[in-house]
């Protein structure tokens, strides 16, 4: 393993740029205010839901949905356990340009790792996309390490965001999953769980637009109770740990200020065993920084995405240029 893949180099803020700057969506922040006013989120979702064409595949004779949005090479986004995939909407905005965004629908009726890679590349099959980038965070994560393990030809970059690596189940957990996997109706009915994520994420998002909470809310609390508890079953036995030297390929890991330490601590072991990885850690932001900041995270993944895996391996910062 390179000397760079167990640095933890110190990572700048990146400013803003001038197309940004122009951007009338975004102006000065307020005084005392930790964020700029933000993207007119309720317009984008409206236009990428307006401009996206529908991909339909099948896996193991059964349906699977992707939606596509721009011009360029296959970026196919990935994301958490309870969640849809439009809270990417406004960072597939920033790239459409650049990359044709992939959001895939994770289908109901899987139940492993592996079934839900499969509808990943049974996606990627439907579009005519041998080779692909991925985005995945959180939950999605573990989709994506499965996909690089059982078809690490198809994937040229891979960024993952808020990542995990395994997570241990206590008894009780295992047996709420098994429960809530029979029970009706989306995540919003359960008790205390809009409590739970207010309380994990409302700080991080821009103070002077409560309405992109509301929709960020709305949206993790819109999946089924049944879907999210078995895509939560899928979690026991889910362990990467021993096989992440398996993986070559170019490796983008995202942690953010916000996040819960388990995220910190896969991103952390990821960069440590992963032997063409860079770690980068972004303040000031939350679990879901694609939504609360996504032109800080535009300009992140842009240049790594754009990069040859022999440059990007290259470029990859040492202990030693990252040390005081």
């Given at each position: 393993?390179?000397?760079?893949?167990?640095s933890?180099?110190?990572?700048?803020?990146?400013?803003?740029?001038?197309?940004e700057?122009?951007?009338?969506?975004?102006?000065?922040?307020?005084?005392?205010?930790?964020?700029?006013p933000?993207?007119?989120?309720?317009?984008?979702?409206?236009?990428?839901?307006?401009?996206?064409?529908v991909?339909?595949?099948?896996?193991?004779?059964k349906?699977?949905?992707?939606?596509?949005?721009?011009?360029?090479?296959?970026?196919?986004?990935?994301?958490?356990?309870?969640?849809?995939?439009?809270?990417?909407?406004?960072?597939?905005?920033?790239?459409?340009?650049e990359?044709?965004?992939?959001?895939?629908?994770f289908?109901?009726?899987?139940?492993?790792?592996?079934?839900?890679?499969?509808?990943?590349?049974?996606?990627?099959?439907?579009?005519?996309?041998?080779?692909?980038?991925?985005?995945?965070?959180?939950?999605?994560?573990?989709?994506?390490?499965q996909t690089?393990?059982?078809?690490?030809?198809?994937?040229?970059?891979?960024v993952?965001?808020?990542?995990?690596?395994?997570?241990?189940?206590?008894?009780?957990?295992?047996?709420?999953a098994?429960?809530?996997?029979?029970?009706?109706?989306?995540?919003?009915?359960?008790?205390?769980?809009a409590?739970?994520?207010?309380?994990?994420?409302?700080?991080?998002?821009?103070?002077?637009?409560?309405?992109?909470?509301?929709?960020?809310?709305?949206?993790?609390?819109e999946?089924?109770?049944?879907?999210?508890?078995?895509?939560?079953?899928?979690?026991?036995g889910t362990?990467?740990?021993?096989?992440?030297?398996?993986?070559?390929?170019?490796?983008?890991?995202?942690?953010?200020?916000?996040?819960?330490?388990?995220?910190?601590?896969?991103?952390?072991?990821?960069?440590?065993r992963?032997?063409?990885?860079r770690?980068?850690?972004i303040?000031?932001?939350g679990?879901?920084?694609?939504l609360?900041h996504?032109?800080?995270?535009a300009?992140?993944?842009?240049?790594?995405?754009?990069s040859?895996?022999d440059?990007?391996?290259?470029?990859?910062?040492?202990?030693?240029?990252?040390?005081?």
């Amino acid at each position: 393993m390179s000397e760079a893949a167990n640095s933890e180099p110190t990572v700048e803020v990146t400013p803003p740029t001038q197309e940004e700057l122009n951007d009338p969506s975004l102006a000065p922040a307020l005084p005392g205010e930790g964020c700029p006013p933000p993207l007119a989120w309720s317009d984008v979702v409206r236009e990428v839901g307006e401009r996206r064409t529908v991909i339909d595949a099948k896996t193991n004779g059964k349906p699977v949905r992707g939606y596509a949005v721009g011009d360029g090479p296959p970026l196919y986004f990935l994301n958490g356990i309870s969640a849809t995939p439009d809270l990417f909407s406004l960072l597939v905005w920033l790239l459409r340009d650049e990359f044709r965004c992939v959001v895939i629908e994770f289908p109901s009726h899987a139940r492993t790792m592996t079934d839900l890679s499969q509808s990943l590349l049974a996606v990627a099959d439907a579009a005519g996309d041998q080779q692909f980038d991925f985005y995945a965070t959180s939950f999605g994560s573990l989709v994506a390490l499965q996909t690089l393990l059982d078809a690490p030809e198809r994937i040229s970059h891979a960024v993952l965001q808020g990542p995990l690596v395994g997570m241990n189940l206590s008894s009780a957990e295992r047996t709420g999953a098994r429960i809530l996997s029979w029970l009706p109706g989306q995540m919003r009915r359960l008790p205390m769980f809009a409590s739970i994520i207010r309380g994990s994420h409302l700080r991080w998002f821009p103070p002077v637009d409560p309405t992109r909470w509301q929709f960020a809310e709305h949206d993790m609390t819109e999946p089924r109770i049944a879907d999210v508890a078995r895509r939560g079953r899928m979690l026991i036995g889910t362990d990467f740990t021993d096989r992440l030297s398996e993986i070559a390929t170019p490796t983008l890991l995202i942690s953010s200020e916000g996040e819960a330490s388990r995220h910190r601590d896969a991103a952390k072991l990821l960069n440590e065993r992963l032997p063409n990885s860079r770690h980068e850690n972004i303040p000031n932001t939350g679990h879901v920084a694609f939504l609360t900041h996504p032109h800080r995270m535009a300009n992140l993944v842009r240049p790594f995405l754009q990069s040859s895996p022999d440059a990007e391996s290259q470029l990859r910062p040492t202990a030693d240029e990252n040390s005081p």
